[in-house]
């Protein structure tokens, strides 16, 4: 079955440091989203994308973050400068044209961020 | 904004019996979704909910949608161990349908025992 793959698991970095998260999303999806995960907490929405630019933000996703297509398979999401409440586990999704309405989206396995 | 109220947060199941898991939300949409989560591993998507009345089944798992009362029920019959997980409902809030930004409840975490 097709599904999204997330590197790194895990990635441990310095409060400051860049860190840049790689996901390959399901080949033929069009949609393509990141959400994060505090240890404990719900999950919560950071950004749609499609057709090379993004649909919608939270506010969460400020300008230490950005999102990128650089070619016709990865999707990374970059935080430019790393604060301790980073600290998350970061899921990639993507999500194809769906006719009944729906938007099902396909959730990789995550990558755990840890800032310290 | 939105909120996604689940409970209850911590549900022991005994085998065999039945449960229920209520996720509650605070304004119109009919785009409702329910996730599993088992610890460390993804989001598994379990039902989607389109309209008011849905009913969708699975195994062991039944879910349903009332839109009137905003109002989705995850039904669980004579619960298994492999259930064991946390499940978590999510209504959509986009603006444009296919933009996916979905707010999810807080999670119901399920342990089933003999």
């Known amino acids: 079955e097709p599904e999204v793959t997330q590197t790194p698991s895990h990635q441990v970095t310095q409060m400051g440091q860049e860190v840049i998260l790689r996901c390959v999303p399901i080949?033929?999806?069009?949609?393509f989203y990141w959400y994060r995960q505090i240890l404990g907490q719900k999950v919560e929405f950071l950004v749609s994308?499609?057709?090379?630019?993004?649909?919608?933000k939270s506010e969460i996703f400020d300008d230490q973050f950005s999102v990128e297509r650089p070619d016709g398979s990865n999707f990374t999401l970059k935080i430019r400068s790393t604060k301790l409440e980073d600290s998350a586990m970061y899921f990639c999704?993507?999500?194809?044209?769906?006719?009944?309405?729906?938007?099902?989206?396909?959730f990789g396995a995550g990558s755990r961020l840890t800032v310290l | 904004e939105l909120k996604v109220e689940q409970n209850p947060l911590f549900l022991s199941m005994q085998e065999g019996k039945n449960y229920t898991i209520y996720c509650n939300y605070s304004t119109t949409s009919d785009r409702l979704y329910w996730y599993r989560q088992d610890p460390g591993k993804s989001l598994e998507s379990l039902f989607v909910?389109?309209?008011?009345?849905a009913v969708k089944q699975e195994g062991r798992l039944m879910a349903s949608l009332d839109t009137k009362a905003r109002l989705s029920t995850l039904h669980i019959t004579a619960a298994v161990h492999d259930l064991s997980a946390t499940y978590f409902c999510?209504?959509?809030?986009?603006?444009?349908?296919?933009?996916?930004?979905?707010?999810f409840g807080a999670g119901t975490q399920v342990v089933v025992t003999p």
């Open positions: 999704a993507s999500s194809g044209v769906q006719h009944s309405g729906a938007n099902v989206l396909t």
């Open positions: 999510a209504v959509d809030m986009s603006y444009i349908r296919s933009w996916g930004k979905l707010q």
């Open positions: 994308f499609y057709n090379n630019e993004i649909s919608e």
């Open positions: 080949s033929n999806h069009l949609y």
């Open positions: 909910l389109l309209s008011n009345g």
